[in-house]
């Protein structure tokens, strides 16, 4: 918690407003708080808030306007209400060539011999995704019309095939969901800061060594103990007692046996 409270300083609610001397709509411009990854856009009357602290650099844009930062300072985040002015951005060619038959009528390849560099979506003030794509699950319903259709694919999809039996995309979904909650109370805690949650909730700092937790399981075959295993957690007791169940098994054949006969 104490580490928690260093990273994460204390915050405030920002307000504020755009203005422009253009007759553009300053509606749904994009504000974003970049030091604490939070986003809001502003009403029609260009009225924005967000919380923040000092020396947050908050990001102003839109596709009509040139791209603001502004950093936040005391008297910034004392203020009831911050003015924001935006200058338009107007896109002006240098100069503009047209050659006639110049084209072969494949975008690709066009775009390629023009010459032209890749477009930064954030240097023209629009959002985009820029991180890792996600792998994406194929749906037991996807596998059943993929083998219905196998006659006119002639493949069969083996991999999401194999990682449906394996458990592979079980696990997956786990991971994904415990992924998500954990962000979720990440982000609560950023956007409002740990002063709240102390405050609000009265938590208080845990002192003194960490408790030492041990977890005990065993392997029954027929309500009878074939192996016992202690661990520090639940899989390394599980695993302890299933070696020990097997070596029981390699030492005592017998064991089995007479079971098994029983069983009869």
Request: aromatic share 10%; net charge positive; with cysteine.
């Amino acid at each position: 918690m104490s580490n928690l409270c260093a990273q994460i300083k204390y915050s405030d609610l920002l307000k504020g407003r755009v203005s422009s001397n253009e007759s553009m709509s300053i509606e749904s411009i994009h504000v974003i708080n970049k030091t604490r990854g939070s986003a809001t856009i502003t009403d029609d009357k260009g009225r924005f808030e967000i919380y923040s602290s000092i020396n947050d650099t908050l990001l102003f844009s839109a596709i009509q306007f040139r791209v603001k930062i502004i950093v936040v300072n005391n008297q910034i985040l004392k203020s009831k209400e911050i003015v924001v002015p935006l200058e338009s951005f107007v896109n002006r060619l240098s100069e503009v060539i047209v050659k006639p038959h110049n084209l072969s009528g494949d975008l690709y390849k066009d775009f390629e011999s023009s010459g032209v560099k890749p477009i930064n979506f954030y240097n023209s003030g629009i959002p985009g995704f820029a991180g890792t794509r996600k792998e994406k699950i194929i749906t037991k319903k996807q596998l059943i019309i993929s083998t219905l259709l196998l006659p006119f694919t002639g493949s069969i999809p083996i991999e999401p095939i194999y990682k449906h039996i394996s458990g592979y995309y079980k696990t997956l979904k786990k991971k994904r969901k415990l992924d998500t909650e954990f962000d979720v109370v990440a982000n609560l805690i950023k956007f409002y800061g740990v002063d709240f949650f102390v405050e609000t909730y009265e938590l208080k700092e845990e002192s003194g060594p960490d408790h030492e937790k041990e977890f005990t399981m065993a392997v029954f075959v027929k309500e009878k103990e074939c192996g016992r295993g202690i661990g520090a957690s639940k899989k390394l007791a599980s695993q302890l007692a299933a070696e020990n169940a097997l070596l029981r098994i390699q030492e005592e054949p017998s064991f089995l046996q007479i079971e098994n006969f029983n069983n009869a």
